[in-house]
């Protein structure tokens, strides 16, 4: 069965620009989150999706922001990029939320911000 | 605000050698706990998810043990293998209902 789909796999963009990144969860997985890797802060968590409602957030700016569809893609957006948005953002599906859920990440969007 | 750390942050061992990866977390209110590896340039890949009422799961060459009260938790990899170069990441579901990540392992086994 497919994994978690992310689209694009690299880009790069321009500071001021904006960008959508898109994650496809596995077939029957309702959650979808999003995370932000840098090699100084490590995985960070932006925010968590279920049934198309934004359930959870991380100490993100407004300029990050993210959607889910009834089919439970989702996608990310950030707004005026900076030099520091420079990073792989993982999206992660998992059938339901809460504890026993094991979690499946995708292969990341890799974005630079020149 | 719970914190996940662990050492060493690189490790290095000849292959067929038994390993213990290390995990510590602040906050012991968590529901469970989850092992990742990730190779270079990749996602992560889950290994091992313990509930905060277990004290250990098994797959294959590796255990993963969780000791809540002491907020520790252990990865053993049996009999390494130069395929298990990667960088592993332990996770930790709180109730603040996020997952909070370790900052790695990086492991290379030396064939």
């Known amino acids: 069965k497919a994994g978690v789909t992310q689209t694009p796999r690299y880009l790069i963009k321009t500071r001021g620009q904006q960008v959508t990144l898109s994650c496809s969860p596995i077939s029957g997985h309702r959650s979808v989150s999003w995370y932000q890797q840098t090699p100084g802060q490590g995985l960070q968590f932006l925010f968590e999706?279920?049934?198309?409602?934004?359930?959870n957030k991380g100490n993100f700016p407004g300029r990050f922001s993210g959607r889910q569809f009834s089919n439970s893609r989702s996608e990310m957006n950030v707004s005026t990029l900076e030099l520091g948005d420079s990073a792989l953002y993982l999206c992660?599906?998992?059938?339901?939320?809460?504890?026993?859920?094991?979690?499946?990440f995708g292969e990341g969007s890799w974005l630079t911000v020149v | 605000k719970q914190e996940v750390t662990q050492i060493p942050a690189a490790l290095s061992v000849p292959e067929g050698e038994n390993l213990v990866l290390n995990c510590s977390f602040t906050d012991s209110a968590i529901y469970n706990l989850q092992w990742f590896r990730q190779d270079p340039g990749k996602g992560l890949t889950s290994l091992l998810l313990?509930?905060?009422?277990?004290r250990e799961q098994t797959s294959g060459r590796l255990n993963a043990s969780l000791d809540k009260s002491s907020g520790r938790s252990t990865l053993y990899i049996a009999a390494s293998q130069p395929g298990d170069s990667a960088t592993y990441l332990c996770a930790v579901y709180g109730g603040n209902e996020k997952l909070t990540f370790g900052t790695g392992t990086r492991l290379t086994i030396i064939p």
């Open positions: 992660a599906s998992s059938r339901n939320r809460g504890t026993g859920n094991t979690i499946y």
């Open positions: 313990i509930q905060s009422s277990q």
């Open positions: 999706y279920f049934s198309e409602t934004q359930r």
